[in-house]
């Protein structure tokens, strides 16, 4: 398991860091993502990819997908004081896990491709109604059921 930092594109100060460390295996010269990323778009857990980290600093700048797992990613950010946690376990009840960024209260949550994306949809629009704002940077579930 090799922990690999991706240089993210800061523009208008978004998003708030200029690089994210996301948990990788290393695999026959590609990377599999074992933790959902908080701010690197077109990755989702359990994507293979290759990437070629820079010799200087050790960031990737590029990567390309070699194999989509068919888990979805979604964002969630709580930038109006309204509260997370009541949601929590609602992710936690349909298996999807939480990488918190508590310094900027943004969430990201893996949603393993076997939950229902009925439950999920309704889960993001109490999120909504909440006034929490909510992105799905990978989503794939509908795609299964076309």
Known sequence: MVKLGFALDVVDEWPPIATEYVWCNE???????????????????????????????????????????????????????????????????????????????????HVPKEVDSLAINLLANRLEEAGLAVAFPVWRHDAETA
């Open 27 to 109: 695999l026959d010269g590609e990377f599999e993502l074992l933790s959902p990323p908080v701010y690197i778009k077109g990755l989702a857990c359990g994507d293979r990819f290759t990437a070629m980290p820079d010799p200087v600093n050790s960031l990737v700048f590029e990567f390309v997908v070699t194999k989509e797992s068919g888990n979805s990613l979604i964002w969630i950010m709580n930038d109006n004081e309204a509260q997370f946690k009541e949601f929590e376990a609602s992710f936690n009840v349909l298996k999807c896990s939480i990488v918190r960024f508590d310094e900027f209260n943004h969430f990201s949550i």
